[in-house]
Every structure is written in structure tokens, then in C-alpha cells.
């Protein structure tokens, strides 16, 4: 591996960007593969699998390919376990800044001493130093890129006083955060524009196209180089807007809220959104051999999976979208934000008229008289309730069996809603609608039509990224 990682940093190979970083022992300072730095001797170079790993090793990064800020570090560097990469999800949404490492611990069924012996086993740097990095990294974006104060900001980005913003920062970086302020606020930017990095190719306008039909009116404003949204989390409400930067193979993300404390978690669910987060070589490399899935790739690529930002209000789509069409489901959607009149204020752009309505909300907002059937009906206010009464979850990180058993016992709840809020609404990857008309018709030969047993059988090759299996067999 250290030749190929060699090779790569000598070549200045964009392609391993974000696969390792290396350091040089004579300076200091840390890199991706391609900085366009002169090129460092072999005996004076020392390698790292992720961000985190150089940062514990006391290297700063480079001023000039800048890999704490110009690339993002999730893809390929959770090796180990499944419960190490979904406890490093929680800590990119910012689960520690509000938890203790405890509370990580109890959501995913370990102890925090196991969790402890885990990360460093896989990453060689124990969860409470990744949340420490992880935030004066994220501190560092919006320091660049946003008009916020620096008090703002590092609350915003969990620390918990800006004494220990300044501390932490300028341990990692070597710089004050108001220098870095000071040298890098463009007059006239935006409230808060981010950079959101993406891995090429990257198709844009394949996934606002398909966002698009999917856009509900008063919530969302979508056109051809933009999308737009209404939002409101635990501790804040307002809207962003994503649009693409090729030249910096990254999304903008601007937004406009009541709380910089919402930044972390909607730059990462806009991450999601685009499906960002997923290494899609070895998925290409898997599925580009198969008959059945190869002419759903464009360009021997695999289609990215749009998943919603908000999972209840997914929930209803998908309930809204049973046996109808999707521009029917749409307008539906539309109607339900419009009756339940959660109104945006003033200086909202024009179409971002509405809040969608959350569980509470939407067990008080009657839903007659605007075209849904009282069975459709009755199934979203048994969503609203079980969401309340905690009767299931729409945890991304839970395993897909116990959502399976607890959403499908819901009435009005079928199969193929249970693995479309899976694969859409919840980004499980390996959710697989067996039952779905398109996959069985892109399965068919000879014009027999195979069942559900079979279907799944063939489908037991494509583990686990079934859901991407799906995607290709629509994509037909």
C-alpha cells in the first residue's frame, strides 16, 4: 500500500484524494496526495490514513491544498466496524456537541469503554479527539466562508466557551481564529456560504432533474441551478440554498437561520441530500460486470441516491405516492403544507412560503377536503402518532430489521413503503423493494416475469448495496 500511497503523492494523483494524507516531517505539515506544493522526499514523508490521524500526530494542514477545508473526510476512512462508521455519523452531525460519549455509546447498543477500544483500534484516535478535531475543522469553514462572529462561531460548531474555542484552535492550527477570520471574509459574501466538496463525476443536474418532479410547492423551489428549502431542526429554523461550483467540485451552501448553532447539522444533511458521503468505486467495480445492472449506469457509474432532508416528511410522500403518480403526490404534499399554514417570515425568497408540518403538527392538521382518501389519511396520522409515542424510529443508524418489524406493523404500512422510506428517506443502503413493478419488469426474460423468492435471490449478489442494485434496475 505505501508504494501505491508513494506513487500517488509523486504523480499528484487527484484520484486519492481524501484516500490518505501524508506528512512531511521537516515542516509539519500535512497534505492531500495532489497539492501542488514541490514534492517531498520519500525519507521525510510520513503517511495517514485519515484527517484525524495526522492532526493526533501533531501535523498542521497545508495553506495551500488546504485538506482540512478544500476536502471533506468521510469517504474510505471508517475502516473497521459498522458501529465505529455509524458512531462517526453521529459525531459529523454533531451528536458530541450536545452528548456525552456515554450517550453514543447507549445509542448503539455498546458500552462507552467498547466504543473507546474501537475507534482506536480502526482509527487510532478515541471518539471525544475526533469530535475535538472535527469541530475546529468545521470552525475553520465557516470562519472562511461565513459572516458570523467568532463568539458565534464556535458555539455554533460545539465548543463550550471561546476560551476553549481559542485553545483548541490554535493547538491544531497554530493560528488564532480571528486571524483566520480577518484574512479570509470576502466583502458582500453571503450570510453563510459553505463549501460542500464532492468526489467527480458528479452529475448536478441529474439529481436536481430528479428532485425536481419530487418538489413541494411552498416548501421547496427547485430550477436548473439551484435548490431551495425551508427548514427547521431542534434548535433552529430558516432556509438554505445549494448550488453547484464545477470548478471547485463542490456544492455552495448558503443559509439563512435564527441559530448558527443548525450549521453543522444542515451542512451534513445536505451531504445526504446529494449523496455525498459514499465511495462509489468499489460499488462501480461490482456492479459494472452484472448484465442486469450495468445498463443502468451511465457512463459505467452508478446513479447517486437522493435522500430527503427530512424523514418524516418522507414518510408522507411515500404514503402520498401509493398507486398514484408522482407529480399527483407532489401536489398532495403541497396541500398538506398549505392547510397545516406554518408560515415563513418576512424576507423569505419568493415560493419558500411554508414550513412542512412535523408529527405534532400534523396529528392537529386536518387533512379532508384536499383530495387524500380517508385510508391514506388514517395511515399518516398513525406515523404522526407512532413517531410521538415512540412506537418506532426514523433513526438513520438503526439496523434495517428493527425498522422493518416496527414500521410494517403500522397499519396502511406495506412492504414497499417500508423499503422506499428505507432506501429514501433513511439512506439505508441495503433496503431492496423487491415487489417494486420497475425492478420486476427489468428482471423479466423472456417475458416471464420472476417472483418475489427469485428476485431476491439474485439479489443477494448485490449485498449490501442493494438500494444502488435498485437504482440501476429503475435507471434501465
Known amino acids: 500500500m505505501k508504494e501505491i500511497y508513494k506513487t500517488a503523492r509523486i504523480n499528484k494523483d ?66 473497521g466496524t459498522l458501529t465505529v462508521q455509524t458512531a462517526l455519523k453521529m459525531i459529523y452531525d454533531g451528536y458530541l456537541n450536545f452528548h456525552s460519549v456515554a450517550d453514543l455509546a447507549g445509542e448503539l447498543k455498546v458500552s462507552d469503554r467498547h466504543l473507546r477500544k474501537l475507534f482506536v483500534e480502526n482509527l487510532g484516535v478515541p471518539p471525544v479527539k475526533i469530535a475535538k478535531y472535527h469541530r475546529a475543522v468545521f470552525a475553520k469553514k465557516l470562519l472562511m466562508f461565513s459572516r458570523q462572529s467568532v463568539t458565534d462561531i464556535a458555539f455554533a460548531s460545539g465548543f463550550g466557551s471561546i476560551r476553549q474555542f481559542n485553545q483548541v484552535f490554535k493547538e491544531i492550527f497554530g493560528i488564532a481564529p480571528s486571524t483566520v477570520k480577518k484574512e479570509n471574509i470576502e466583502e458582500g459574501s453571503a450570510d453563510t456560504t459553505l463549501l460542500v466538496s464532492y468526489n467527480r463525476p458528479f452529475n448536478f443536474s441529474q439529481v436536481i432533474e430528479f428532485m425536481k418532479i419530487r418538489a413541494i410547492k411552498g416548501v421547496e423551489v427547485i430550477d436548473d441551478t439551484s435548490y431551495a428549502r425551508t427548514f427547521r431542526t431542534r434548535r433552529s429554523k430558516g432556509y438554505f440554498i445549494v448550488r453547484d461550483n464545477p470548478g471547485k467540485s463542490a456544492l455552495e451552501l448558503s443559509i439563512l437561520c435564527d441559530n448558527i448553532q443548525c450549521y453543522m447539522e444542515i451542512y ?71 392547510k397545516a399554514a406554518l408560515k415563513t417570515e418576512k424576507g423569505f425568497p419568493q415560493g419558500l412560503d411554508y414550513f412542512f408540518p412535523g408529527p405534532g403538527e400534523m396529528t392537529k392538521t386536518g387533512l379532508e377536503g384536499i383530495g387524500i382518501t380517508g385510508a391514506r389519511q388514517a395511515t399518516i396520522a398513525n406515523i404522526a402518532q407512532g413517531i410521538m409515542d415512540k412506537t418506532f424510529s426514523l433513526n438513520p443508524n438503526q439496523p434495517f430489521e428493527d425498522f422493518q418489524k416496527e414500521f410494517s406493523a403500522l397499519r396502511g404500512i406495506g412492504e414497499w413503503t417500508v423499503n422506499y422510506v428505507a432506501m429514501r428517506g433513511l439512506g439505508m443502503v441495503d433496503s431492496f423493494p423487491a415487489t417494486d413493478l420497475g425492478i420486476i419488469k427489468a428482471l423479466e426474460k423472456n417475458g416471464k416475469r420472476p417472483g418475489k423468492k427469485e428476485i431476491l435471490k439474485r439479489a443477494e449478489k448485490w449485498r449490501p448495496y442493494r438500494t444502488y442494485a435498485a437504482l440501476c434496475l429503475w435507471n434501465q
Open 268 to 338: 451534513n444533511r445536505v451531504r445526504r441530500m446529494f449523496d455525498l458521503n459514499t465511495d462509489f468505486t468499489r460499488i462501480n467495480d461490482k456492479f459494472k460486470s452484472d448484465p442486469h445492472l450495468s445498463k443502468g449506469m451511465k457512463a459505467g457509474h452508478v446513479p447517486r441516491l437522493p435522500i430527503a432532508f427530512d424523514s418524516f416528511e418522507f414518510c408522507v410522500r411515500a404514503v402520498l405516492g401509493q398507486q398514484i403518480s408522482v407529480q399527483a403526490a407532489s401536489t398532495l404534499a403541497s396541500r398538506i403544507a398549505k
Open 14 to 79: 487527484k484520484n486519492f484524494d481524501g484516500k490518505f494524507f501524508f506528512g512531511v516531517k521537516t515542516t509539519g505539515i500535512f497534505c492531500r496526495p495532489s497539492c501542488p506544493a514541490p514534492v517531498a522526499k520519500e525519507e521525510n514523508v510520513v503517511y495517514f490514513k485519515d484527517i484525524f490521524e495526522a492532526l493526533d500526530q501533531f501535523y498542521r494542514p497545508c495553506l495551500r491544498c488546504r485538506p482540512d477545508i478544500n476536502l471533506d473526510y468521510y469517504n474510505g476512512n471508517a475502516s
